[in-house]
């Protein structure tokens, strides 16, 4: 067996090359951005490239390269079932309602027309969200009708830029002003007013929809829940200081008693209906004590879950000890690859 890997430094793929290093796997290091990557991936029966929503170039072919790749028999993580609506916020509706998921209610206008009429109704506040961003990009909380219509002038309009300049600087100075971070970011901030980042100048404007979600009040955390085969490990996030977002908040349990069990079979449910490799589960609940799932990623960060202090199998034992994730998703698609 060879496994082909494209490697990007704070990716997925620095473990996945020590691991083949550590059980002396036959593996290459490919370039997925290669013209030729296509032929120079004959023979290969593995191929894994942590793809990322920040780079442009990702977003541009990773769901069609490794579509294309799986229709010749290659085994690839992530397959196309897993990554397919990755970092879009309206295909996961979409998804996640086909299956009967606990989605927060969502609601998405490909119109000027239709969003107004909605909101004439609608209970405020709600949450704004565009398809793409993690960390809790491109989020807002909107208030009052007249807000949302602002919203709605600009989605039909101009449109929105990936990345929310205002936004971010202002997160690097409260995180500043907490003590989380120095002085220079609150540098990097200001000059990203001005240059922003390279993904999001390349890309399109965000306009042509709009897409809103029920705001759930209350939830003073949320809980990420991350399913990889026939295992689940997760974590408690509390919300930022004067928000209502915990993605990104950097304040983190780790603690078994923290997690809601019912939580891990649902993440577990539905990782098996859509025949994912690996999915990542934010959720939080509603007024009735309801979970509710916000958004999935197949992606996470590399190396925050690895205090994690166990994990669930799928029969909801408890499994005490630390643990690779990264080294269950190689595992995992070799025995695919060995089964097959």
């Not at 002396?24 to 894994?48: P, S, T």
């Not at 996470?300 to 994730?325: I, L, Q, R, T």
Request: charged fraction near 25%; hydrophobic fraction near 35%.
């Amino acid at each position: 067996m060879l496994i082909a890997i494209h490697k990007r430094a704070g990716s997925f793929s620095e473990r996945w090359i020590e691991y083949c290093k550590k059980n002396n796997l036959n593996y290459i290091e490919v370039n997925a951005y290669d013209n030729g990557i296509v032929k120079k991936l004959n023979g290969v029966d593995v191929f894994m490239w942590h793809h990322n929503n920040d780079d442009s170039r990702d977003t541009n072919f990773a769901n069609e390269l490794l579509f294309s790749l799986s229709l010749s028999g290659i085994k690839t993580f992530p397959n196309i079932n897993t990554t397919w609506h990755f970092d879009d916020k309206v295909a996961q509706k979409y998804l996640l309602e086909s299956i009967g998921a606990p989605l927060v209610p969502s609601y998405v206008f490909y119109t000027k027309k239709d969003a107004i009429e909605w909101i004439e109704d609608a209970d405020f506040p709600l949450v704004f969200k565009l398809r793409g961003g993690s960390g809790s990009a491109n989020v807002k909380l909107v208030r009052t009708k007249n807000e949302a219509e602002k919203l709605i002038s600009k989605s039909f309009g101009r449109g929105f830029s990936q990345f929310d300049r205002m936004t971010h600087f202002k997160y690097r100075l409260g995180n500043f002003k907490s003590g989380k971070e120095g002085v220079s970011a609150v540098f990097k901030g200001l000059v990203r007013l001005f240059i922003g980042k390279n993904y999001s100048n390349s890309r399109p404007r965000d306009k042509g929809y709009i897409y809103f979600q029920e705001f759930l009040p209350g939830n003073e955390f949320d809980t990420r829940v991350i399913v990889i085969g026939d295992k689940a490990f997760a974590i408690k996030r509390s919300v930022r200081e004067n928000d209502f977002r915990a993605s990104g908040s950097g304040i983190i349990s780790y603690e078994r008693f923290d997690i809601d069990e019912k939580l891990i079979n649902i993440a577990f449910e539905v990782s098996e209906k859509l025949n994912s490799q690996s999915l990542a589960y934010d959720f939080v609940y509603d007024q009735e004590g309801n979970p509710k799932i916000i958004e999935i990623s197949y992606g996470f960060h590399v190396s925050s879950y690895d205090k994690c202090p166990g994990y669930w199998d799928s029969k909801m034992n408890w499994h005490e000890g630390f643990f690779n994730p990264q080294e269950f998703i190689i595992s995992n698609i070799i025995k695919e690859n060995h089964e097959s």
